[in-house]
């Protein structure tokens, strides 16, 4: 805009006085002006909004979590460490530093949430038929140790979109985040293929920059890695795993990775199309590899077992998971003192503690032990201990309830039907009370923050599962805010 046009007429006669002076003094030697610039605010910079810190409550008288007593019908070995039950000052504090997002992300508004939102019910079991769930009073929910929970995200996407599911992450106050590192993606063409392992470790970097600690597991061999092309599986050569991480490990993702799960529900045959036998020692065979490179890596990165998929016998396409993880204890797992057992206790449509049941339950997915989440951790506790892991630690690294409540289509399974968006929450928080108050488990990973990105959010059963749900209106679950309630919205200290 000109000069003139800025400046008011009453002003004009002014102007000329100044001007005349300074070409009077223009020929004198002037001090040098230092000019001072304060920076204004981005207006697109996203405002982190004070989540509510609770006082602690008085946590529920825990019932139906047994004192176990091992069982001794499996042969003895040995075992792992224990960490402590409270937080643990060796992990990273974390300072929120605000979302790592893309600058013109706004994040949604949201309803307020009290401290009363959800019920969070003990459950009893029905003598002589399954378990019920009583009407929950609402209590108020439990502080709960954030150092020990985590959440699953989808890394598949775009830098921008996994920073907005790490933003999210974030809100949520958990202190760890589980990837899954599909090596099919990341390798396509080859061992030397490394585009898409470029993205991969921005987004590490990404993830670790709010403070996250980070657990990776690692699945799905590339097609050149295998002689069987269906489905997915592991490598033909064991040593082709232990290259590929190292490999990874070597890069920015190796500073900021804390865990690595070596692979995911080897005991469903979709998982491990392949030349290696379809069992648990099959399994130790590429768990030893990977053990080995990890190690040579570093002495101190957490080394976690597969998960495996809880499925009773006589399941087409794959084997019990009780009897798997005995044929793991069988083929010499219990020789690793520096790891830590990976499990994945689901409990369908029964809440978490209620207890398995009477054969043929009136309502389907209740009348077996795998369908429900504490006799599940039970039963493995069981066989480590009677296998000589006294002292071994697992981590719950998948666990959730899916609920189809408010998605405009058919359930993919009938049991979802079972859970309402309240149960999700209740039961999820529930879960993590019981583990944090059993001194053999340790962390324990949430099954899953946004995998609707990856699915079709109408048909797939991960959408069930996911507590950011593009399918629903709002898309954030009750669950997703009630987690900041139960770690005080951040991942300091209680």
């Excluded at 139906?64 to 937080?87: F, M």
């Excluded at 958990?174 to 585009?195: H, R, S």
């Excluded at 804390?258 to 590429?286: C, H, K, T």
């Excluded at 009370?433 to 099954?447: A, N």
Aim: net charge negative; glycine share 8%.
């Amino acid at each position: 805009m000109p000069l003139m046009r800025m400046i008011k007429h009453s002003q004009f006669s002014a102007i000329l006085v100044i001007v005349g002076m300074m070409l009077l003094f223009g020929c004198t030697t002037q001090e040098p002006i230092v000019i001072v610039v304060t920076p204004t605010l981005d207006p697109n910079a996203i405002t982190a909004t004070a989540v509510p810190t609770l006082a602690p409550t008085q946590t529920p008288t825990e019932t139906g979590v047994p004192t176990l007593s091992p069982t001794p019908t499996i042969p003895t070995e040995t075992n792992t460490p224990a960490p402590s039950n409270t937080p643990d000052p060796s992990m990273p504090t974390a300072t929120f530093r605000g979302p790592v997002t893309d600058p013109n992300y706004v994040l949604p508004t949201l309803p307020p949430v009290t401290t009363t939102l959800v019920p969070i019910p003990t459950i009893t079991p029905t003598p002589g038929g399954p378990t019920e769930t009583p009407g929950p009073s609402p209590t108020p929910v439990p502080r709960l140790d954030y150092s020990r929970m985590g959440l699953q995200i989808y890394s598949q996407s775009e830098q921008v979109d996994f920073e907005v599911a790490i933003s999210l992450a974030q809100e949520t106050g958990v202190g760890w985040i589980k990837v899954q590192v599909n090596w099919a993606f990341l390798q396509p063409n080859g061992p030397q293929d490394t585009e898409r392992l470029q993205l991969f470790e921005r987004q590490m970097e990404s993830a670790a920059r709010p403070g996250f600690n980070i657990l990776l597991s690692v699945a799905k061999a590339p097609a050149w890695a295998r002689s069987n092309q269906t489905e997915d599986g592991p490598p033909d050569n064991p040593q082709l795993l232990a290259d590929f991480l190292t490999l990874i490990l070597n890069t920015k993702v190796g500073e900021v990775t804390d865990a690595i799960e070596v692979w995911n529900e080897p005991n469903l045959i979709r998982e491990w199309r392949g030349s290696l036998p379809f069992s648990g020692g099959g399994y130790m065979q590429l768990f030893d590899a990977a053990h080995d490179a990890i190690r040579a890596y570093s002495p101190t990165l957490t080394i976690v077992t597969a998960g495996l998929a809880p499925v009773g016998p006589n399941v087409p396409g794959a084997v019990d998971d009780r009897a798997f993880f005995q044929q793991m204890y069988n083929a010499g797992l219990a020789q690793y003192a520096d790891i830590v057992i990976g499990v994945h206790p689901y409990g369908w449509g029964n809440a978490p503690d209620a207890r398995c049941c009477t054969p043929g339950g009136d309502r389907g997915w209740d009348e077996d032990p795998r369908f429900f989440f504490l006799d599940t951790i039970e039963a493995y506790h069981n066989i480590m201990v009677a296998s000589g892991d006294i002292d071994a630690k697992m981590w719950l690294t998948e666990f959730g309830w899916a609920t189809w409540e408010g998605i405009p289509a058919a359930a993919p399974e009938t049991w979802m039907t079972y859970n309402s968006a309240q149960n999700q929450a209740s039961y999820a928080i529930r879960a993590f009370e019981i583990g944090q108050s059993l001194p053999y488990v340790g962390l324990m990973f949430l099954w899953n923050l946004n995998f609707t990105e990856g699915a079709d959010p109408l048909r797939d059963e991960v959408t069930g599962y996911a507590i950011i749900n593009t399918a629903v209106t709002p898309r954030e679950r009750p669950l997703f805010r009630i987690l900041s309630l139960a770690t005080g919205g951040s991942r300091q200290a209680p």
